[in-house]
């Protein structure tokens, strides 16, 4: 079977961190939910999504298709259900479509098929397993522990981390996997609150303190005498300082100094710059809303605690003051003295005295010399991928 990770309804709901990549690319836990359903599947995976990101990530068909919905996270139960459906069935559960095989000839018009499945003659098959999925851009914060004890298991089973140095400050070292050419020393780690994954090739500076669950994935590093409470996951080739609270990092981002982040995401090739802080809760102790890109308002997440989204490439100068439950789109870029707006739109640059919109050459500009840092070079796809971007967020910038 050939299987096909496709975007359901929830990518809305998912931005702006999805402006960038299918939901299938998001990072919870230590894995993307692509890298978590190919270990599950012990197959590669490709992509049904958005057109403008199709070029780049892109769909591969055979006579025998599995579509399987990327909001939802692998479990040994229900991949034993998806890959028992047969030819022409779907599988489903409370109006939510999970997976669907089909015939190539079906699969190439997947998008009408699933639209009515009757006149396709495709039967609808009823799971009994129980899933997690994630509808809303907080989910990946807040069920950031749950996927990374999965993930742990999924990674860690029937091998051997690498030894724990003495110089080190260790509770519940049988919760710790330290991968192949990683480095700590003179850090003080608790995992008896949560796993703790350290990458390979790593590296977490001396005087670091970290609370788990934590993920620090390869190439990446925690700088000295940061403090880190789980749940939070630090993507590739990233660094980190200051102090973190239940954050996900999805890579190629830096936060490498003081300052404050909590109850977070952050998309890839970020910066945050020195002391600057998100709010993460009310004063008034109330349900934080965010702006909400479906309705185009301000929706209520129901949660006490939510600080920033942030999506790719977007950064701020030193001091910057995140209000609580801040969404900030692609390609921002952020000063200011004071707290800023609770929602920053995609290209916007300023700060409390007022924005101008960022031009789209300066962007690749930019870009190129900050993913050149890391040997990445921005292609043309992804220079199309963002002049989409640009063009369809032209309506939240009311500034010249």
């Known amino acids: 079977m050939n299987y096909i990770l496709f975007d359901d309804k929830t990518w809305i709901n998912l931005l702006p961190l999805t402006y960038t990549r299918p939901i299938a690319e998001i990072r919870i836990g230590i894995l993307t939910i692509k890298e978590k359903w190919e270990k599950h599947l012990n197959q590669n995976c490709s992509y049904y999504t958005q057109d403008y990101l199709q070029q780049k990530y892109v769909a591969e068909y055979s006579d025998d298709n599995v579509f399987i919905n990327a909001s939802v996270l692998p479990e040994e139960n229900l991949v034993n259900e998806i890959n028992s459906l047969k030819i022409n069935c779907a599988l489903i559960k409370n109006d939510v479509l999970l997976a669907v095989r089909l015939s190539e000839k079906l699969a190439k018009n997947f998008k009408q098929v699933q639209n009515n499945f009757e006149d396709n003659n495709v039967a609808l098959v009823n799971c009994v397993s129980e899933f997690v999925k994630i509808n809303y851009s907080w989910d990946i914060f807040s069920l950031n522990e749950q996927a990374i004890k999965s993930d742990f298991q999924l990674i860690t089973k029937g091998r051997k981390s690498q030894p724990i140095s003495k110089t080190n400050n260790v509770i519940g070292k049988e919760n710790i996997f330290i991968e192949q050419g990683a480095k700590l020393e003179f850090v003080t780690i608790n995992a008896q609150t949560g796993f703790v994954y350290i990458g390979k090739d790593a590296e977490v500076m001396e005087g670091a303190v970290i609370r788990g669950p934590f993920v620090l994935c390869e190439h990446s590093v925690v700088k000295m005498s940061a403090k880190?409470?789980?749940?939070?996951?630090?993507?590739?080739?990233?660094?980190?300082?200051?102090?973190?609270?239940?954050?996900?990092?999805?890579?190629?981002?830096?936060?490498?100094?003081?300052?404050?982040?909590?109850?977070?995401?952050?998309?890839?090739?970020?910066?945050?710059?020195?002391?600057?802080?998100?709010?993460?809760?009310?004063?008034?102790?109330?349900?934080?809303?965010?702006?909400?890109?479906?309705?185009?308002?301000?929706?209520?997440?129901?949660?006490?605690?939510?600080?920033?989204?942030?999506?790719?490439?977007?950064?701020?100068?030193?001091?910057?003051?995140?209000?609580?439950?801040?969404?900030?789109?692609?390609?921002?870029?952020?000063?200011?003295?004071?707290?800023?707006?609770?929602?920053?739109?995609?290209?916007?640059?300023?700060?409390?005295?007022?924005?101008?919109?960022?031009?789209?050459?300066?962007?690749?500009?930019?870009?190129?010399?900050?993913?050149?840092?890391?040997?990445?070079?921005?292609?043309?796809?992804?220079?199309?991928?963002?002049?989409?971007?640009?063009?369809?967020?032209?309506?939240?910038?009311?500034?010249k």
């Open 228 to 399: 880190i409470y789980g749940p939070t996951t630090v993507g590739p080739h990233s660094k980190v300082g200051g102090e973190l609270s239940n954050v996900v990092f999805f890579g190629y981002t830096n936060k490498a100094h003081d300052g404050f982040l909590g109850n977070a995401v952050v998309g890839e090739w970020c910066n945050i710059g020195a002391d600057s802080n998100n709010s993460n809760l009310k004063n008034n102790y109330a349900s934080v809303k965010l702006w909400d890109y479906k309705t185009n308002h301000f929706a209520d997440t129901g949660l006490q605690f939510c600080g920033l989204i942030m999506g790719d490439h977007s950064k701020c100068g030193i001091n910057t003051m995140f209000n609580t439950g801040t969404i900030i789109g692609i390609s921002a870029n952020i000063f200011g003295s004071g707290f800023q707006r609770n929602f920053i739109p995609s290209f916007a640059w300023g700060g409390t005295s007022g924005f101008m919109t960022y031009r789209l050459n300066k962007v690749f500009q930019v870009a190129e010399k900050v993913m050149a840092r890391r040997n990445v070079k921005l292609k043309d796809v992804d220079k199309e991928i963002l002049s989409h971007i640009f063009n369809i967020t032209e309506q939240y910038r009311n500034f």
